[in-house]
């Protein structure tokens, strides 16, 4: 990301944009892929946004350009724009900016993140954050490094201040055979949630392999080849010990 002293001149690296998603958030929304993430998910499904130095770059005016295109659409959807990756965070200040101008266009505004960058300037993106898609990669620490290369505390601070700061949350939680299917974990997370009355929700998301591909054409060694896609049982089975957070699991 390249910064001037003129804020209109911001620029971000972004590596697509999806102009109707109706998964990333409530109604129908603008979502944009912006380029880098910190993070080495076993199971990420976006490995192509990784390199912080690819994309397309964009200034804020330009982005919101294209966002507004689908105003219409939003309003009538009770939709909005959602900014996800990639980590969304490497590029806090364009986040800031950009949720600023869709704010002054009455846009709602949707943050998809991890929650490991927690600094100063993503305090300052979720002042203009309507609401974040927080997603926890596994809740036990060690589990959780296995799958991320990183580790599980900056999340749970972030996860903190957003509910200090009243900001809506709906925690995803991709389920993984082998990977993040540690029962245990599972019902820990949704006690641990029980203390958050910010939190709105936990979206369960079956694991899939249709981003293995992108793997392979970055010579990337995809480490999932012989996992299978969760079963109907297990996938119930998280979903009941989810549900005793007393949120909504969909």
């Known amino acids: 990301m390249k910064e001037t002293k003129n804020m209109s001149e911001l620029t971000g690296r972004i590596h697509s944009f999806e102009s109707c998603g109706t998964v990333d958030g409530p109604g129908i929304r603008f979502v944009v892929f912006l380029q880098g993430c910190p993070l080495r998910c076993q199971y990420c499904h976006n490995a192509d946004t990784w390199n912080p130095e690819e994309g397309r770059t964009y200034t804020v005016e330009e982005l919101l350009t294209e966002i507004v295109k689908y105003k219409s659409y939003m309003r009538f959807s009770g939709g909005g724009v959602t900014l996800t990756g990639g980590e969304p965070l490497m590029q806090a200040e364009f986040v800031k900016e950009v949720f600023k101008a869709c704010k002054e266009q009455e846009i709602h505004t949707a943050l998809d993140t991890s929650g490991f960058l927690f600094h100063e300037k993503t305090r300052e993106a979720l ?6 898609l927080l997603d926890i990669k596994n809740f036990d620490p060690e589990r959780y490094h296995e799958v991320t290369g990183a580790a599980l505390e900056p999340t749970l601070q972030f996860l903190n201040y957003t509910r200090e700061k009243n900001i809506p949350v709906w925690v995803r939680y991709v389920l993984v055979p082998s990977l993040t299917d540690n029962l245990e974990a599972v019902e ?8 958050y009355p910010n939190v709105e929700r936990i979206e369960l998301l079956p ?3 249709m981003g ?4 392979k054409e970055r010579n990337l060694s995809y480490q999932l080849k012989e996992v299978e896609e ?13 549900e005793k957070s007393g949120k909504l699991v969909q």
Do not use: C, G, I, N
């Not at 002042?127 to 974040?132: I, Q």
């Not at 820990?188 to 203390?195: G, I, N, Q, R, V």
């Not at 293995?212 to 793997?215: G, L, S, V």
């Open 127 to 132: 002042t203009v954050t309507d609401l974040v």
């Open 188 to 195: 820990a997370m949704a006690e641990y949630l029980k203390e």
């Open 207 to 209: 694991f899939h392999k």
């Open 212 to 215: 293995e591909f992108k793997w």
């Open 230 to 242: 969760p079963t109907q049982e297990l996938v119930s089975k998280v979903r009941f010990l989810l």
